[in-house]
Nanobody, 123 residues
C-alpha cells in the first residue's frame, strides 16, 4: 500500500526558508516519479516540481519557483524533500507530495497523494 506523509510546513516570513519532507512507504521509490504540488485557497492545484524515476536526476520546476526551490530524493531513506528558499507571500498554499509511474505537470495524471502540509508566508 502506497503511503506518502508530508512534514515540515509552517509559518515563515517573506525571504525565509522551509524544507518539506515526504516520507514514502509501500513501493520502491527509485521506480517512481515524485512530485510536489500546491493548492492555494480558491485556486487549482498546480505543479511545483518533480523528480523523474531512475538515476538520471531529471527534474522539473515551475517558472514561479525556479531558482528558489530544490527537489531532492533519498532512495535509501525513502524520502523526497523540497527545499524552499526566498519564500514569497504568493507561495502560501497547502503543499502535496505525489507519486506516479511517469512524471507529468498535470495533477490529474498522478495516482498517489499525501495529505498535504500548510505553508504560510507572511510577516
Amino acid at each position: 500500500q502506497v503511503q506518502l506523509v508530508e512534514s515540515g510546513g509552517g509559518l515563515v516570513q517573506p525571504g525565509g526558508s522551509l524544507r518539506l519532507s515526504c516520507a514514502t512507504s509501500g513501493f520502491t521509490l527509485d521506480y517512481y516519479a515524485m512530485g510536489w504540488f500546491r493548492q492555494a485557497p480558491g485556486k487549482e492545484r498546480e505543479i511545483v516540481s518533480y523528480s523523474r524515476s531512475g538515476g538520471g536526476g531529471v527534474t522539473y520546476y515551475a517558472d514561479t519557483v525556479k531558482g528558489r526551490f530544490t527537489i531532492s530524493r533519498d532512495n535509501a531513506k525513502k524520502t523526497v524533500d523540497l527545499q524552499m528558499n526566498n519564500l514569497r507571500p504568493e507561495d502560501t498554499a497547502v503543499y502535496y507530495c505525489a507519486a506516479n509511474w511517469a512524471s507529468s505537470t498535470m495533477p490529474s495524471d498522478w495516482n498517489y497523494w499525501g495529505q498535504g502540509t500548510q505553508v504560510t508566508v507572511s510577516s
